[in-house]
């Protein structure tokens, strides 16, 4: 121990404490900042979700794919002053490489896809659940990893791609009992903004950087995104006739603004016709006001939401067409979203849809005396090689305590290991639902 770590005593002089090797430092048993743990109740939540969302995805034929929570740290890196770019969760390695936790999981698909090249047949249908970062100053008191459901599609330049990933997310709402009286997606496309910024000769290369900026509307007053898109640039001509278009609020006054031959309203035509046959008209919208934050987006663009407004958007996505040849590979149209783990559960709290999800065992077994340990152990065995589930009881514990065991594990049947019936090869059965008990040779266990 250094001597400044040394107390100083009453008397003044200096004393070391005494030396205690193996009594750790007290640890911080909690997580680190805008971390979770995952006890099993919240496990079991957690679960529930994610088999959710891997059901629906596999109901889609989409296959599933992972990559590192780790990546290069320029993968991330775009010039479009995205929220996601200030917020990176990003250091050196003992390498000297710069490295991130991946705050989204879309640029790995990118990559991955890119790194397989022409041996996968398009299209392609990936999805993953996977755990995002994030690191911003915890005054803001928020979560700093989420996991998040992602769905893409790859190959397919037709708005088909995009009404298939709605249609994936209206069958998951569905099946966890939230309809369209609760939710709904808002839907534009960026291609509403493009064909206004090409029409005053903007350049190509604003267009990220200005939806990034237009996506902050109703997050930051009106002057400061006034403010930001004249540091892009803009003259007041082109904002005044971006916030004119984005108040839009049908797809007819769209029409007259842009008129019919733009992509813009080709795509978002087809899309609404499109929902009309997989029968989730009801569910979507129009609102020329959304953008979303990612500076990727090139058109369709859609965000979920809660009708009641109480909630950030529960889940966003769109089309990227050019995200695969900016990090070099061939120029392959994307789609996608991502939902996170965070909204929905509020939202199914507020809606008093949080399924009741208990421990389940099939059975717990026990030996009433020491010397039936072995007993119990092969009951055990038995029964585990049935593909029954098993709580052994691993201590000497009276029926009183087996029994309140029992109840909290939630399980369904209790085998009593005792020695006069393992004399005659029995053991005791007692069904714990119904009360019923009986004995039973070991091997008609079923
Ligand atoms: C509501 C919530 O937890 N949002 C959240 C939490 N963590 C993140 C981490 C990375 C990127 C986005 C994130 C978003």
Same mark, same amino acid.
């Given at each position: 121990l250094s001597t400044d770590n040394a107390r100083t005593g009453r008397s003044g002089s200096i004393s070391s404490p005494?030396?205690? $090797? *193996?009594?750790?430092?007290?640890?911080?048993?909690?997580?680190?900042?805008?971390t979770r743990d995952f006890p099993p109740e919240d496990m079991r939540l957690r679960n529930w979700l994610f088999n959710n969302f891997k059901e629906v995805s596999q109901l889609y034929g989409f296959e599933e794919v992972d990559f590192p929570v780790?990546?290069?740290e320029a993968l991330f890196i775009r010039k479009a002053g995205e929220e996601i770019r200030e917020q990176l969760y990003c250091f050196e390695d003992r390498g000297n490489r710069r490295v991130a936790l991946r705050p989204e999981l879309t640029p790995s698909l990118a990559r991955l896809v890119i790194q397989k090249g022409k041996s996968l047949p398009l299209p392609l249908k990936w999805f993953a659940v996977g755990q995002c970062w994030r690191y911003e100053r915890m005054t803001r008191g928020r979560r700093r990893e989420h996991y998040q459901w992602n769905m893409d599609i790859i190959g397919? $330049? *037709?708005?088909t791609a995009e009404a298939e990933l709605i249609s994936s997310i209206v069958t998951f709402f569905k099946r966890i009992g939230i309809t369209a009286s609760d939710v709904g997606f808002k839907v534009s496309s960026r291609k509403v903004l493009q064909e206004v910024l090409r029409g005053y000769s903007v350049p190509d290369h604003l267009f990220g950087r200005v939806c990034v900026i237009i996506d902050k509307m109703e997050k930051i007053p009106i002057d400061d995104i006034k403010k930001e898109l004249r540091s892009a640039e803009l003259s007041e001509e082109v904002i005044e006739e971006l916030l004119q278009v984005l108040s839009v609020k049908s797809l007819e006054k769209l029409e007259e603004k842009l008129?019919?031959?733009g992509e813009a309203l080709v795509d978002l035509k087809q899309l609404f016709s499109l929902a009309e046959k997989y029968g989730y008209a009801d569910w979507i919208q129009f609102d020329a006001s959304v953008v979303r934050g990612l500076a990727y987006y090139t058109g369709i663009v859609f965000e979920g939401f809660d009708r009641e407004g109480k909630l950030r958007a529960i889940c966003g996505g769109g089309r990227y067409d050019h995200l695969l040849s900016t990090f070099g590979g061939d120029d392959i149209p994307a789609c996608g979203f991502g939902f996170g783990d965070a909204v929905i559960v509020e939202l199914l709290k507020e809606k008093g849809l949080l399924p009741e999800l208990s421990p389940q065992v099939e059975n717990i077994v026990c030996s009433?005396?020491?010397?039936?340990r072995g007993a119990a152990a092969a009951v055990a065995r038995i029964l585990r090689q049935r593909g029954q589930s098993v709580d052994l009881v691993l201590e000497n514990k009276p029926l009183k305590w087996v029994f309140k065991r029992a109840a909290r594990i939630n399980a369904q049947r209790l085998i009593l290991v005792g020695s006069a019936e393992w004399q005659k090869g029995m053991v005791g059965v007692k069904i714990l639902t119904s009360g019923e008990q009986y004995e039973v040779k070991v091997d008609e266990l079923e």
């Open positions: 005494p030396v205690q $090797p *193996d009594i750790a430092q007290k640890i911080d048993i909690n997580p680190p900042k805008g780790l990546e290069s397919v $330049p *037709d708005v008129g019919t031959v009433l005396d020491q010397d039936l």
